[in-house]
């Protein structure tokens, strides 16, 4: 202490005394921030231990629909395309007419061969009277050929005892050479009538086989049936039917309610049946597929509320949902080209499945949302 300088005899003193206040700061604020870290990790434990972990959640996650092909069934030319992309339609609502001159010539044929289809029928059914006339009628010839026949033996026979009379007394002279032979004559003449009475009954016999076939085969063109019901008649009016369908599909209608979307079609086209002219986006039905991790779907089941938000809205418009289910496989083993990891450089991926999310349809009229749209899904796997 002698060899201390008199002018400050304070400043070893305060030299030392300074550092223990400063060190205590620093231990007391680090062991405050130590308090609170340890707290906070103790708090967030126990978040996501009660609540934290009930929930997973993805943002690769878009919205979907299942759109409808607008495809004519008919081909023609577009007179009138009355509907625009983004144009709101209601079902039933007219979206193209095409150039129905050819179903209406169509149409028209068809009716025609109806018409005549049921006067052949009628035909057929007189066809079958004048037939049974007919057979009535051979029937007839038939008496009258057998009472030709009978006269015709009757007059063989007695020309046959005539000539046999006169062939007797021939020798003696009583019957002279001209007589004779007017009787042989006569004879010849009642045998040729007889074989003609014979030939008539067959050829009358014949003639009512005939007519019997023919009434028999138009009776099976119509037995058991009638106007309403026969075969011709009722291919007639199918052609009908699908004339006049064919003529109602020139005008093209909205399958579903919706947008219109991807619209091809201009005036003046002609289209061929099956070509797709627009789609119909329902955008009051509209699902998410969420793309969650492998590892997230422990958990997930069918049926769990779903929270969403969309980029187009922002987080001030929550959307809820229902897991309707999964997809059968994951994105990479429905590409075009699969992913082949059956080599020696092989990494693993970790893969994500789709996971199909509806909507509540409330929500969406009053927020819409339209396909490919981005959002954010986080399952509540706490409820079953």
Not at 211 to 222: K, R, Y
Request: proline share 4%.
């Amino acid at each position: 202490m002698a060899d201390a300088d008199p002018q400050f005899p304070q400043a070893d003193a305060m030299s030392v005394q300074a550092p223990p206040p400063r060190n205590g700061r620093r231990r007391t604020l680090l062991a405050g921030i130590a308090g609170v870290v340890l707290v906070a990790g103790v708090g967030y434990g126990g978040w996501y231990a009660l609540v934290g972990s009930h929930y997973v959640e993805t943002d690769n996650a878009y919205v979907g629909a299942d759109t409808a092909q607008v495809t004519p069934m008919v081909a023609g030319q577009a007179l009138d395309v009355r509907v625009s992309d983004t144009q709101a339609v209601r079902k039933g609502d007219v979206l193209v007419r095409l150039d129905d001159s050819d179903a209406r010539i169509t149409l028209a044929t068809a009716e025609a061969d109806l018409a005549k289809a049921r006067r052949m029928f009628g035909q057929t059914s007189a066809t079958s009277n004048a037939l049974s006339a007919q057979v009535q009628a051979r029937g007839a010839d038939i008496l009258s050929a057998r009472a030709q026949l009978i006269a015709a033996q009757a007059s063989f026979a007695k020309a046959q005892v005539d000539f046999n009379r006169r062939q007797k007394l021939a020798p003696n002279g009583a019957v002279s050479g001209d007589e004779l032979t007017s009787a042989t004559n006569a004879l010849a003449a009642a045998r040729a009538s007889l074989e003609q009475a014979r030939a008539a009954v067959a050829q009358a016999s014949s003639q009512r086989g005939a007519a019997a076939g023919n009434l028999a085969a138009n009776q099976a063109l119509i037995q058991g049936t009638s106007v309403a019901n026969a075969p011709d008649v009722l291919m007639a009016e199918a052609r009908v039917r699908q004339a006049r369908l064919d003529l109602d599909r020139t005008v093209i209608r909205a399958p579903i309610d919706g947008v219109v979307a991807n619209r091809t079609i201009q005036i003046g086209q002609r289209i061929a049946p099956g070509a797709t002219i627009m789609r119909i986006v329902p955008v009051g039905q509209v699902y998410v597929d969420a793309n969650f991790k492998e590892g997230q779907l422990e958990k997930v089941k069918p049926g769990q509320p779903v929270t969403l938000t969309s980029d187009l809205y922002g987080g001030s418009v929550d959307y809820h949902g229902r897991v309707a289910g999964f997809s059968g496989g994951t994105g990479s083993a429905f590409a075009l080209i699969p992913a082949q990891n059956a080599t020696g450089n092989w990494i693993k991926v970790v893969q994500r499945l789709p996971v199909r999310v509806t909507l509540d349809p409330r929500e969406l009229a009053a927020h819409p949302l339209r396909v490919g749209l981005s959002m954010t899904a986080e399952i509540d796997t706490s409820a079953r």
